[in-house]
């Protein structure tokens, strides 16, 4: 008896045929962006400079990418994909490094590496966020990675990046959150991207108060997060705080409910609104 019309055959062999005629099709299209990356290149050549990282147009992108999955797929997998995509197109366009602060363990911050910039993109390990931030500083297009949470004598390394000059805090991962994430090591992402292509949607200000106390962080629960560490000099504290965009006030008016005065403020970052998958 003839199959109906769009029944599709379920042998093994015809199921494997067209697990290669996807494969095949999957390929061609990474190839079809290569192509497109490489006339994109030349474009650059003539209409655009700096960084080739695009902070807002890669938040979209996962954005739109964990709204559509479905199926068996796990969104691990996916994710993990499409970031080594983005990564690696970027790296063609111009060659960066990660430079990664091990002082949260080691396999930790690989696993964040390795996830989301896959193995191509080489991988600079240092003892320290400062050290992080002065390789970053002295190069022309490399990321950094430093724990996005107060580590044991890592000091203020976020003051060096006040000056205009400096690198920005241009990320925070992982971006897409859920439960068991395979590299849920908080981090930022450090580096110089174009003012336009940064997203604002969480700032991230570097904040010197005086007359500090423990209450200072309690303070502003709900409002930001925020990584305090002693500074003697002023008996202070120096705060690394991210907080909503334009909510720096309500975060002063916080520490200053506490006795705390404010010493100093400047903005050295940005980046998108967690998107926390449940």
């Given amino acids: 008896m003839p199959k109906p019309p769009g029944l599709r055959d379920n042998s093994l062999a015809d199921l494997r045929r067209e ?26 050549k003539t209409q655009e400079s700096g960084s080739a990282f695009r902070p807002a147009r890669e ?7 964990v709204e559509r999955h479905r199926g068996s797929l796990p ?19 111009a060659p960066f490094s990660v430079h990664a602060d091990l002082s949260a363990g080691d396999a930790f911050i690989r696993d964040s590496a390795r ?4 193995f191509t993109v080489p991988f600079v390990p240092h003892l320290g966020a400062a050290s992080v931030v002065e390789a970053v500083t002295e190069s022309k297009g490399d990321l950094g990675l430093v724990p996005a949470f107060a580590i044991a004598g890592a000091g203020a390394w976020w003051t060096a990046l006040e ?16 439960a068991d994430h395979p590299a849920g090591l908080p981090v930022f992402v450090i580096s110089r991207a174009a003012a336009d292509a940064m997203v604002i949607e969480t700032e991230v200000w570097s904040v010197r108060v005086s007359g500090w106390k423990a209450a200072g962080i309690e303070s502003l629960a709900g409002i930001a997060d925020a990584i305090a560490v002693p500074d003697r000099a002023f008996d202070g504290a120096a705060l690394l705080v991210s907080a909503g965009h334009e909510e720096i ?19 050295v970052g940005s980046h998108a609104r967690r998107y926390t998958v449940k």
């Fill in 19 to 44: 697990i290669d005629r996807i494969d095949e099709a999957m390929h061609a299209l990474l190839i079809e962006r290569s192509e497109i990356i490489d006339r994109l290149i030349a474009v650059k």
């Fill in 59 to 65: 938040a979209e992108m996962m954005r739109r990418l």
């Fill in 75 to 93: 969104l691990d997998t996916a994710e993990s994909i499409w970031r080594v995509i983005i990564s690696t197109f970027t790296y063609i366009q």
């Fill in 115 to 118: 996830f989301h910039f896959g």
């Fill in 163 to 178: 000056f205009a000059a400096a690198p920005k805090i241009i990320a925070r991962l992982p971006f897409v959150e859920r």
């Fill in 249 to 267: 006030a309500a975060v002063e008016n916080a520490l200053r409910s506490t006795g705390a005065s404010i010493r100093s403020s400047a903005l």
